[in-house]
């Protein structure tokens, strides 16, 4: 039963409301274009490729209604994403492909297995890399920061149609300088090797 200070407050001032989702939405609604509703499928249309690896950006980073970002990743077939960390939490539902991912036990790192339907949490600062080894593409939706969404936006390339594009030094500078600024550590040539990673973005040399 609504309180009788809603009541009162409701006479007073005929478009508030008690119902807390329209309250929320008011509220959203100040100062702003538009309002936050629930949205199916949603997408930016953006996606961006890291040296392979695809990005799609179903939420932005810039939205103030979110406090993480929903983004679709893809892997190729036969491509690795080097031994790495950052500071920001990473959760991945695999969708279609099947992927190993670098996990740290005791004692090593070790490499596991994901199918579709499986869900693998990646906690902050905990090293990780993915590679496929598979004839099919990996598809993963990716919850993550907005801090890192923001990188995966700065540090990605417009990607090609027709093929792949080639990496130069000077893109792998890039990354490496964007990944410093941001505090984000990448492997050494030698401990991607150590892993049976046969590549290195590294901004340690």
């Known amino acids: 039963m609504e309180s009788k200070d809603n009541q009162d407050r409701s006479r007073r001032h005929p478009n508030s409301y008690s119902d807390p989702i329209v309250r929320h939405q008011q509220q959203a609604k100040q100062g702003r274009e538009g309002h936050a509703t629930p949205e199916k499928n949603p997408t930016t249309g953006i996606t961006v490729e890291i040296f392979g690896p695809t990005v799609e950006f179903l939420t932005s980073p810039e939205d103030e209604h979110n406090d993480f970002c929903m983004l ?11 031994l790495h960390s950052h500071p920001d939490t990473e959760d991945f539902l695999l969708i279609s492909g099947t992927v190993e991912y670098l996990r740290q036990n005791e004692k090593k790192h070790e490499w596991a297995g994901a199918k579709p ?8 600062d905990a090293p990780h890399a993915w590679r496929n ?3 099919e593409p990996v598809v993963s939706l990716i919850i993550t920061t907005k801090r890192l969404a923001r990188f995966f936006q700065e540090a990605g390339r417009r990607p090609t149609v027709d093929a792949p594009q080639p990496v130069k030094p000077e893109d792998i500078a890039r990354f490496a300088e964007i990944s410093a600024r941001y505090g984000y550590w990448n492997a050494t040539p030698e401990e991607n090797e150590a892993v049976g990673i046969h590549l290195s973005f590294s901004n340690s040399d």
């Open 117 to 124: 339907g499986d869900y693998i949490h990646v906690p902050a």
């Open 72 to 82: 679709k990743g893809t892997i190729p077939p036969n491509v690795h994403i080097p």
């Open 133 to 135: 080894v598979s004839p």
